[in-house]
């Protein structure tokens, strides 16, 4: 079974542009989750979408936005990039509701912002 | 309320000794306390988890330590390998949650 799979492996991108970054999860997970991993910060909570619904977001500006295809799969977008945004960008699937199921990471989106 | 503290920072242990990181929480409705492991370039990966029902869970090297009332749960790993070198975070959510509050990560090296 494929695990979950995130493209581009790396993005360099310059302040003021946006990015959208993709995320293709297990077969049959229908739970999108995305984190943003920094050295300082660790990993912070982005949004979950569960269906194509957005059942949770973390304390992130409206800058960071994402959606979830009728296939699971999911991308999010940031817009107006700043330099702080520069992270690894994770995506994590899962059956259902993460309290109760195990969470699967990809590899990650490395994104760098000049 | 939501914050997960995790220590140490970093951790060096010597091939064969055991490893032990602790986390504590604040928020008593957490209910299920995954470790994850997790090496350069890769995401993290689930290496043990723990419901509050038992006080200790043990597969192969690596056990969780529980403790309730002191809101407090450690993963020691047993007779450390060079392959253990990664960095650990532990994380707590609860049933019905979406998303999972991650400890601040240790970076733990293993040397012959």
């Known amino acids: 079974k494929a695990g979950v799979t995130q493209t581009p492996r790396y993005l360099i991108k310059t302040r003021g542009q946006q990015v959208t970054l993709s995320c293709s999860p297990i077969?049959?997970?229908?739970?999108v989750s995305w984190y943003q991993q920094t050295p300082g910060q660790g990993l912070q909570f982005l949004f979950e979408?569960?269906?194509?619904?957005?059942?949770n977001k973390g304390n992130f500006p409206g800058r960071f936005s994402g959606r979830q295809f009728s296939n699971s799969r999911s991308e999010m977008n940031v817009s107006t990039l700043e330099l702080g945004d520069s992270a690894l960008y994770l995506c994590?699937?899962?059956?259902?509701?993460?309290?109760?199921?195990?969470?699967?990471f990809g590899s990650g989106t490395q994104l760098s912002v000049l | 309320q939501q914050q997960v503290k995790q220590s140490p920072q970093s951790l060096i242990v010597q091939k064969g000794g055991i490893s032990i990181i602790n986390c504590a929480y604040e928020?008593?409705?957490?209910?299920?306390f995954p470790w994850y492991q997790q090496f350069p370039g890769k995401g993290p990966a689930l290496l043990i988890a723990?419901?509050?029902?038992?006080s200790e869970k043990k597969e192969g090297r690596f056990t969780i330590s529980f403790n309730k009332s002191a809101k407090q749960f450690s993963l020691h790993i047993m007779d450390s390998q060079p392959g253990d070198s990664a960095t650990y975070f532990c994380?707590?959510?609860?049933?019905?949650?979406?998303?999972?509050?991650f400890g601040t990560g240790t970076r733990l090296t293993i040397i012959p």
């Open positions: 077969s049959g997970h229908r739970s």
């Open positions: 723990i419901r509050p029902d038992v």
């Open positions: 994380a707590a959510t609860n049933f019905g949650n979406e998303k999972l509050t």
């Open positions: 928020n008593t409705a957490f209910d299920y």
């Open positions: 994590a699937s899962s059956l259902g509701l993460v309290g109760s199921e195990k969470l699967f």
């Open positions: 979408y569960f269906s194509e619904t957005q059942r």
